[in-house]
């Protein structure tokens, strides 16, 4: 027996895999064994540099954030700073795994900010639009 440690999705498993030899016959897949082992503290990671400022600096104070609610891209804005919208209304479209998005406004209120552009390549969480 062989003991192997392997992470997965964070988790790290003890496993014992069993060489078996068998002369003329196909090989059977191994028995895998697995119990969780408590993973070790992780190091202390590195101040990180400081980053470029994001476009969510833009956002004005006490604004509604419409956020990416998954990465992609940006194929259309609809919206220009200083509109009015109503709640429902579409602001932009946004592509993810070869499917439009369509990105509506939380509530009723006037377009503070639009912080993405046709194009820009968005992260989950990154700021799209704010409402005030």
Known sequence: MKK???????????????EVKVEGA???APEVK??????????????PKAAA???EAAVPAG?????APMPGTILKVNVNTGDTVKKGQVLLILEA????NEI???ADGKVASVNVAKGSSV?????????A
Do not use: C, H, R
């Open 123 to 131: 992260s989950v969480g990154d700021v799209l639009v704010s409402l």
């Open 104 to 106: 509506v406004a939380p």
């Open 26 to 28: 196909a090989q059977p």
């Open 4 to 18: 192997f440690l392997i992470k997965v999705n964070g988790n790290q498993y003890e496993v014992e895999v069993e």
């Open 97 to 100: 795994m070869k499917m439009e």
């Open 63 to 67: 604004a509604a954030k419409v956020t």
């Open 34 to 47: 697995a119990a969780p082992v408590a993973a070790p503290a992780p190091a202390a990671a590195p101040a």
């Open 53 to 55: 400022p994001k476009a």
